[in-house]
């Protein structure tokens, strides 16, 4: 536990039990209502509200209506662009993985903790929850994969002119690059974002306790590093975006191995 006054950059990441039900089990499993799965339900109800609220089919699209299928139309051409006409049955997921991490990344950043009692959690910041999306994909990759292409699937480890020479060499190092992608797929997201939510509580240690050692400290510290606050915030924002779009053109390019091959 963090000493009084102090400020524990790691104790945002904390998994908790909610509402007394640290004791719930099945088959000897605890399967306490956390922390972690109170804000991804927040952050199902708001993404249904969202999709719910702008899916009224108006012939004059208002405000909120433009935005959703503004969304749709984005993760649309992004699997046109990346997959070719195949990629159209696969917008309903996408969208939904994009929109799913986008939402949990933003509802992190929110300024929630002002509010007392109230601690928002970044369910993105957890490589269960990154690790789980990954598989997912990946899942889904195989099994479209072997579904259209049966065991022609395995020619995706051999490039189209590979030199015969390199034939024992080339296909192992396409599938330990196959295999890595979940990992790497989980790990991009889930460092991007707990380094940024560690970087902003560090800022705000510096804040608080420069501000409580007198005027001098924290006009010399803690105006500079609440600046710095204020433009990582800005930069958290866009990174939230970014890792989304990332997750999701991944995914897409994943698809696109599994549908076309090569």
Known sequence: MAEQGKVD????????????????TIAGHNIAFTNSALWMLITFVALFAFVAGGAKG??????????????VGFIDNLLAANVGPK???????????FSFILFSNVLGLLPLGLIKGVHPFTSTSHFTVTGV???LSFSIVLIVGFARHGLH???????????????????VIELISFLVRPF???????V??????????????FVISSTNSGVLWGTVVGLPSFGLMIAICALEILVAGIQA??????TSLYLNDAENLH
């Not at 699937?153 to 296909?171: N, R, Y």
């Not at 779009?245 to 991944?250: G, T």
């Open 184 to 190: 790497s797929l989980a790990l991009r997201l889930f």
């Open 87 to 97: 990629g159209k049955k696969y917008v309903p997921y996408i969208f939904s993985l």
């Open 192 to 205: 991007a974002m707990m380094a940024g939510h560690v970087l902003l509580e560090v800022l705000s240690s």
């Open 245 to 250: 779009y990332v997750f999701a053109l991944l």
């Open 133 to 135: 999306l990954a598989i």
């Open 58 to 71: 108006q012939t004059v699209p208002g405000r909120w209506q433009v935005m959703v299928e503004g969304l």
């Open 153 to 171: 699937f395995f020619s995706l480890f051999v490039p189209h002119g590979t030199p015969a020479w390199l034939l024992w060499l080339i296909p």
């Open 9 to 24: 950059p790691m104790h945002q990441f904390m998994i908790e039990p909610l509402f007394g039900t640290d004791h719930w």
